[in-house]
């Protein structure tokens, strides 16, 4: 079995030097997930664009896309890692464990994003019932759905490349949910 290595800052770019100067200015450290990207010349900077890109959703949105698609793709790293930037801006304890679970009864604007997210996630976008009508009658638009699949696929590709290299989580770890059948 091949290990998958994390790149550390004697070993990257100057490129990729800045992003993690960056990177510890936002979180103390410089994730593993974010130095797996650093391996590639080019990676980390688009990856980071990409994270950083502007969006027409608040960082709670954002969180609850992130856990839930997490919690579908059952990646242990961005649910430790997505707990904690979630407990930062606010969210409890339990309204996290409920995000997760896609049980949202605290907030129906982020019920409707946690269903599309979720729909979005186990279906490959296929939407299946009310989710989109409910989605636009929690009052977002075109432009927010836009911007949930740009979410969606932003946590995505960071579950697939821990999937992929095991890199070690670097936060307090939490318990994955086994998913329900669907």
Known sequence: ??????STEQNISDSNKRIFGEL??????????????ASSENGLENYFNYLT?????????????????????????????????AGRIGFTNDQILDI???NISFDRRLKAIAALAHN????????????LEEFYEAGYDQGHLVDVVL???????????????????????????????F
């Open 1 to 6: 079995m091949n290990e998958f290595v994390v």
């Open 24 to 37: 510890k200015g936002l979180f103390g450290i410089v994730p593993n997930i974010f130095a797996a990207f």
């Open 53 to 85: 890109q502007k969006s027409s959703l608040s960082d709670r949105e954002r969180e609850t896309v992130n856990l839930i698609v997490s919690q579908v793709n059952q990646c242990p790293y961005c649910l430790s890692f997505h707990t904690i930037i």
């Open 100 to 102: 997760r679970s896609n």
């Open 120 to 131: 979005i996630t186990i279906t490959k976008g296929q939407i299946v019932g009310d989710i």
């Open 151 to 181: 979410a969606v696929g932003n946590i995505w590709t960071l579950n697939l490349l821990y999937a992929i290299t095991n890199v070690p989580i670097d936060w307090p770890k939490v318990n994955v949910i086994i998913n329900k059948p």
